[in-house]
């Protein structure tokens, strides 16, 4: 391309991750692999809660989609990766490029609004549990998980279009490992003060509320467990909101670290944003999983019903005595 501006460019080049030329087969695989894990680990959690049906509760199906936008997000920015280090080939369309960008800030901004609502979870039921099923009915679990889809819809349709209406220059190289908006704003050549405006404006206005309804409702938490303190109470509290915790520091603190914090793009936020659309995302699983009875116990229930399937099908006798078995 030439070195005048053009209000619409073919393809751009994604530079990846800072990895050495030397070192691509091995990322390749450890990337290959992470992606493997996250998808097969939130299918798993999806595949329990469905089947289970003591896992039919507000929580478990706050958590199944979760477990969803977490295998999509991966999905948009991770295989494309893991390609662009097998084949060296680099370039994306400008097409594809900004739908990458729509659907990374679609499920970003879904994982964002899910984790308050199940924050908001989790306070009635350690704070209000008396009232828990009276207040989280299947009507208002379902209405709060639908206002985030739609509210995720809308906040990437907005980004995408301010992408959209955007002019850029020669240089089309971008400097991480899929389209982000950020990157793409320091590529362009036109005025992205709406843009930046709009970033720190209704796209923190969209941050900062399901983060302020996490810090309200485990304050909140806190509160009631200091004026009341029990081992009983404590050993709840932690097996209940531990794992919710923990995924939401690993969210939000790379998240704010690259989009808020940073004055300048470079290798540092490029890692960090690796944290939160591969290594959380293949994160979720294992600390649902390990840190959560219900899972551990619907998972067991499952590996005996196949291996019990497995028995019956060598043997139709074994089907007559499983049942009488069971009976008894």
């Not at 080049?13 to 097969?40: C, E, K, N, R, W």
């Not at 998972?299 to 078995?325: D, G, I, M």
């Amino acid at each position: 391309m030439g070195p005048e501006n053009q209000s619409h460019v073919s393809e751009f080049l994604l530079l990846g991750l800072p990895i050495p030329p030397g070192q691509q087969g091995a990322f390749f695989a450890l990337f290959l692999g992470m992606y493997l894990t996250t998808v097969l680990g939130n299918l798993l959690i999806i595949l329990l809660i469905r089947l289970d049906s003591h896992l039919h509760t507000p929580m478990y199906f706050f958590l199944s989609h979760l477990a969803f936008s977490d295998i999509s997000l991966s999905s948009v920015t991770v295989p494309k990766m893991i390609t662009d280090m097998h084949t060296q080939q680099q370039s994306i369309p400008y097409v594809g490029c900004i739908s990458q960008l729509y659907f990374f800030i679609l499920f970003g901004s879904l994982d964002n609004f899910l984790l308050g609502v199940m924050a908001y979870d989790r306070y009635v039921a350690i704070c209000h549990p008396l009232r828990y099923t009276t207040i989280m009915r299947e009507e208002l679990c379902v209405l709060l998980v639908a206002a985030s889809w739609i509210i995720a819809c809308v906040h990437a349709l907005v980004h995408t279009l301010l992408v959209v209406r955007l002019s850029f220059c020669a240089d089309n190289s971008v400097a991480h490992f899929f389209c982000d908006f950020t990157v793409l704003l320091k590529l362009s050549c036109s005025d992205v003060s709406l843009s930046k405006l709009v970033i720190f404006t209704e796209g923190g206005v969209l941050y900062f509320l399901p983060l302020a309804t996490v810090l309200g409702s485990y304050l909140r938490i806190g509160t009631i467990i200091v004026r009341a303190p029990s081992t009983k109470r404590l050993l709840k509290v932690f097996s209940t909101c531990g794992s919710h915790l923990l995924v939401v520091s690993l969210y939000y603190g790379t998240l704010a670290g690259v989009y808020f914090l940073s004055s300048s793009w470079d290798s540092k936020d490029i890692i960090a944003s690796v944290m939160y659309t591969v290594v959380t995302p293949m994160l979720n699983p294992f600390i649902y999983s390990l840190r959560n009875r219900d899972i551990k116990q619907a998972l067991e229930t499952s590996v005996t019903r196949v291996n019990l399937f497995k028995w019956q099908s060598l043997n139709p006798l074994n089907v007559v005595r499983s049942r009488v078995r069971y009976s008894s």
